[in-house]
């Protein structure tokens, strides 16, 4: 797993307000990324009962219960790596701020294609320890 605690974020004016209910494949994941994510993550299994989609951007930020953190800080609850059919590389991380569920981060790792669909369970591996190829 991934040890990238507190990373600073600011929230990006480019964030889309986009109010609605996690799709089922949304909370699928991010419950597994949990169940599978650093030692504190399954903590936060009980916010993703309450999380909905509040915006997105590269990230589909959460609210919990209504509620966003304010802190800009993020927390790394989750970190995973995944591939296309072509080799692409892609990155997956859940991630908190301020002791709140905050968010699904997607991400190329190559910058060679964005990843516009979510990956199953079954294609995430964990992020290679620093040294090692992805």
Request: aromatic residues 8%; hydrophobic residues 40%; glycine residues 10%.
């Given at each position: 797993?991934?040890?990238?605690?507190?990373?600073?974020?600011?929230?990006?004016?480019?964030?889309?307000?986009?109010?609605?209910?996690?799709?089922?494949?949304?909370?699928?994941?991010?419950?597994?990324?949990?169940?599978?994510?650093?030692?504190?993550?399954?903590?936060?299994?009980?916010?993703?009962?309450?999380?909905?989609v509040?915006?997105?951007?590269?990230?589909?930020?959460?609210?919990?219960?209504?509620?966003?953190?304010?802190?800009?800080?993020?927390?790394?609850?989750?970190?995973?790596?995944?591939?296309?059919?072509?080799?692409?590389?892609?990155?997956?991380?859940?991630?908190?701020?301020?002791?709140?569920?905050?968010?699904?981060?997607?991400?190329?790792?190559?910058?060679?294609?964005?990843?516009?669909?979510?990956?199953k369970?079954?294609?995430?591996?964990?992020?290679?320890?620093?040294?090692?190829?992805?």
């Open positions: 797993m991934g040890s990238l605690d507190l990373m600073a974020r600011e929230h990006s004016t480019g964030d889309i307000p986009d109010h609605r209910a996690l799709s089922d494949d949304e909370r699928a994941l991010v419950g597994w990324m949990l169940e599978h994510g650093e030692s504190n993550a399954t903590s936060f299994l009980p916010q993703l009962e309450q999380a909905s509040s915006s997105r951007c590269a990230s589909v930020n959460f609210s919990v219960g209504g509620k966003e953190s304010s802190v800009t800080g993020m927390d790394i609850l989750s970190d995973y790596v995944w591939e296309d059919a072509e080799g692409h590389k892609f990155g997956a991380f859940v991630f908190a701020r301020g002791g709140l569920l905050a968010g699904l981060d997607l991400y190329s790792v190559e910058g060679a294609v964005t990843p516009t669909w979510l990956p369970p079954e294609q995430l591996h964990p992020l290679p320890v620093a040294g090692r190829e992805v």
